[in-house]
């Protein structure tokens, strides 16, 4: 059961979705306690390879001759207010580099971060073969991060690590437990609220994802397996004066696996690839690794 466990809360603390968009980033998840811990900090060093660029079309213009690259080091924390509510915090710093025949650069800046306060609103006092545990989270988008929009930015948007406008919106997150397998979905809805950069002003704009995992504890050396997809939608946004961004969407794949010690610490390996599946429209598209650990408290 700690197996699930573990694989479960790895799916939230995955690191930041790095190479998916050219006007910002966001968490794909939240942190989440779902198995009684008080608290827990997790790390996760990633790297991302951006291949191309998909516009409006179908047709994906494979780079030749450059490329864009992130390594992110990503925090998250959470820890529980009472039997049903708990709060959470990520952040990440985020080093991006690009590289063609004419030059070689790059930068480190903060990626947006997110507070977020969850709460519990069916829980499972009883088992149910078919009623899942569901989560709601409020999340407020805190302008941390280096936007599209800023001044001095890399070629194709390289050193790019956020929005670093103000937002607000909600997750919600349910979780059905098969032993030993587990699905969980989560499904999140953020608004950024438009604000004026140096040279332009962007209008609000909604960023949405939508998530399924699956999840199997396996008894060979505590090893956990996990495979997923993700979507996500970057709305149009109106750039002032007289132009506009359309909107932008990308799909995931996404495998991992994960070795548990003495059910407190975890170390997990993750691949996302957004090349494989979906209709990309208006974006970068990459695939990135992760290497993340975890330390849970009871």
Known sequence: MARILLVSIFFFITTK????????????????????????LSSSLSHSESIGRVYSGEEFFVWDGKQRSQQSLSLNSAAMINDRSQWAFTTAVVTGSFTDNNQSSSRTHLADSSLVYTYEVLPEYEYSKWKPVVYLSGLVNLPTGNSIYSESNLSEGADVTGFDQWGAGFVLSLKKAYFPLQIISQFKVLK?????????????????????QLSYAS?????????????????????SPGS???????????????????????????????????????????????????????
Do not use: H
């Open 244 to 298: 506009r961004s359309e909107k932008s969407e990308s799909t995931s794949v996404n495998l991992g696996i994960q070795r548990s010690f003495a059910n407190e610490t975890a170390i997990s390996l993750n691949y996302s690839d957004q090349t494989w599946l979906g209709k990309p429209q208006n974006t970068i598209l990459g695939k990135s690794i992760s290497l993340n650990f975890q330390k849970n408290y009871y």
């Open 192 to 212: 950024l609220f438009g604000r004026a950069f140096d040279q332009v002003r962007v209008s609000d704009f909604i960023d949405s994802s939508a998530s399924l």
């Open 17 to 40: 979705a790095l190479a998916s968009s050219c006007c910002g980033q966001s968490n794909s998840g939240v942190p989440l306690l779902s198995m009684g811990q008080e608290f827990f």
């Open 219 to 239: 008894s060979f050396y505590q090893l956990s397996f996990l495979t997923g997809l993700s979507y996500s939608q970057l709305s149009e946004r109106r750039i």
